[in-house]
């Protein structure tokens, strides 16, 4: 497309419509690059979730604050349920 548009320039032709259609093009390429980024570095939590609960020895019996520190990002309570948002983006529910 960039060669068509510089024949257009050159022939002093109007090459509004070709920039534009560049101009999409390059901000759907730099949306997708930045999700494949996200979705990369969700990855990269995922599976720094899963090493630390790997090395975990024993079962969580008790409050533990590293536990909570590496794995929850929000805990919201409502009058009829609990939400805990974990770093990784899953979500859950417990009612009361």
Aim: aromatic fraction near 6%; glycine fraction near 4%.
């Amino acid at each position: 497309m960039q060669k068509e548009l510089l024949k257009l320039v050159n022939a002093r032709k109007d090459y509004g419509s070709i920039a534009d259609e560049i101009d999409r093009l390059r901000e759907l390429k730099q949306k997708a690059l930045a999700e494949s980024a996200e979705r990369e570095g969700l990855k990269k939590r995922i599976a720094e979730m899963r090493k630390f609960l790997r090395e975990q020895d024993t079962r969580v019996t008790e409050y533990d604050e590293q536990l909570v520190r590496r794995l929850i990002e929000k805990v919201t309570v409502y009058d009829e349920k609990i939400t805990v948002r974990f770093k990784s983006g899953v979500e859950i529910e417990v009612k009361k």
